[in-house]
């Protein structure tokens, strides 16, 4: 999730030599990445540095909860002074040619990597990326297939995990882009030039931390979706985020009887959900350990109203990086995001099938869905013409706004 971060001129041409520090802000900034706050966290570590001259390690702490938020545009400036000190060797560099790739400098990351490379040749994600500008260049000049729509809903915060429930659209958003805390609304069908406001889902739903993305049955009386452990820390103490079931009461207008689905560990992250057209599959992302990268997709089975054992879906989907936002359409295409495959920088989304009992290879879905920015969060109706996706590309209203996308082919 995105939040932009404007770094001031001053601050950034700061020295990195000094060592003296403002522990106070320093100490909040720590507390925060802690909880999650990341934009919070930042905003602590950029007054630090503003107060007087940092260190590299000071530096490291800002780029890191830059990078949690995915404010790249920030980051870039962060990790160009942090390389300046630091030997190639480092794992700066690394960072480094990540986010310019990630701000589409394609050939600036293609060096950085391969300065990185020479001093680790065992790094197999960065051997992945060598050259990886020349090999988008084909994606980068597809034909665009889809007209782009950026919604009204969206808000000058972060508006992410669209989903459906029955005809109305429904939506995670912090509204703000200093707020940590995300909530659960819905968008009733309604005259498309005059839309309804979006409402919050009522009932036990949403609380102070982080509610959605979420999925419904196809009914719309069940809802299953992600939000912050409130009851549960983690071994370390952390709130992290579970997945949790809800009934919706016809007569009362409302969600009840929340639970937490049985296989899920307080110790790792699960999240973003996505059932199957039957209601009987669930797919979702995890770092639970075992995975293959920073979170995988994984994929569990109601069986008996069980859900069983999750599986991870294996290293055709899953890679030493991030995969994000599992949809399963319902032709039973598995479209998801990744940072870590050919793509144009950041998340981009690839869509998969499975045949002959195994999963196929993922396939980049072009522009204009993907861009050098992040794109995650695809759903799309029952025929694939239209739908929804989540970017932070420039000339949105916030963070990550919702775009819905209509095909200009016909099938």
């Not at 950026?150 to 915060?157: D, K, S």
């Not at 009362?252 to 059932?275: C, G, R």
């Amino acid at each position: 999730m995105l939040y932009k971060l404007i770094i001031s001129g001053c601050f950034l041409f700061v020295s990195l030599q000094g060592i003296s520090q403002n522990e106070v802000d320093i100490k909040k900034g720590d507390v925060c990445m802690d909880k999650a706050e990341y934009v919070k966290a930042a905003i602590y570590y950029r007054k630090a540095a503003e107060s007087s001259p940092k260190s590299v390690f000071l530096y490291r702490k800002l780029a890191k909860a830059l990078m949690a938020v995915s404010d790249y545009q920030s980051a870039e400036p962060v990790y160009g002074l942090i390389c300046s000190s630091v030997p190639d060797s480092s794992i700066d560099h690394f960072f480094y040619a990540q986010v310019l790739r990630r701000n589409g400098k394609y050939s600036e990351s293609d060096k950085a990597y391969q300065a990185y490379f020479r001093e680790h040749p065992d790094d197999q994600l960065a051997g992945e990326f060598l050259y990886f500008g020349d090999n988008a260049k084909h994606i980068a000049a597809d034909t665009p297939h889809y007209k782009l729509i950026n919604i009204a809903e969206n808000t000058a915060g972060s508006d992410v995990g669209p989903t459906f429930c029955l005809y109305a659209l429904c939506f995670s958003s912090n509204k703000h882009p200093d707020d940590d805390n995300y909530d659960l609304y819905i968008r009733q069908a309604g005259n498309p030039g005059n839309p309804a406001a979006p409402e919050k889902l009522k009932g036990d739903i949403n609380g102070k931390l982080i509610e959605g993305p979420a999925t419904f049955s196809r009914d719309g009386k069940e809802i299953i979706f992600t939000r912050s452990n409130y009851d549960h820390k983690s071994e370390d103490g952390l709130t992290l985020l579970g997945l949790y079931h809800a009934d919706y009461d016809e007569a009362k207008k409302k969600w009840i009887n929340v639970k937490s689905l049985d296989f899920i560990d307080y110790n790792y992250n699960f999240e973003q959900p996505s059932l199957s057209k039957d209601d009987t599959t669930l797919y979702f992302v995890s770092n639970i350990r075992g995975g293959f990268g920073g979170s995988d997709i994984y994929v569990s089975h109601k069986r008996d109203n069980v859900w069983s054992k999750p599986v991870n879906l294996g290293k055709r989907i899953n890679t030493s990086g991030k995969e994000q936002t599992p949809f399963i359409a319902d032709d039973g295409t598995l479209f998801f995001a990744s940072d870590s495959r050919l793509g144009l920088g950041g998340l981009d989304i690839y869509k998969v099938k499975f045949i002959d009992d195994a999963w196929g290879f993922p396939v980049n879905v072009g522009v204009p869905l993907n861009s050098p920015y992040d794109d995650f969060g695809y759903i799309s109706d029952s025929t694939g013409q239209t739908g929804y996706i989540v970017s932070n590309r420039p000339g949105g209203k916030g963070g990550n706004d919702i775009y819905q996308f209509i095909s200009l082919t016909k099938k």
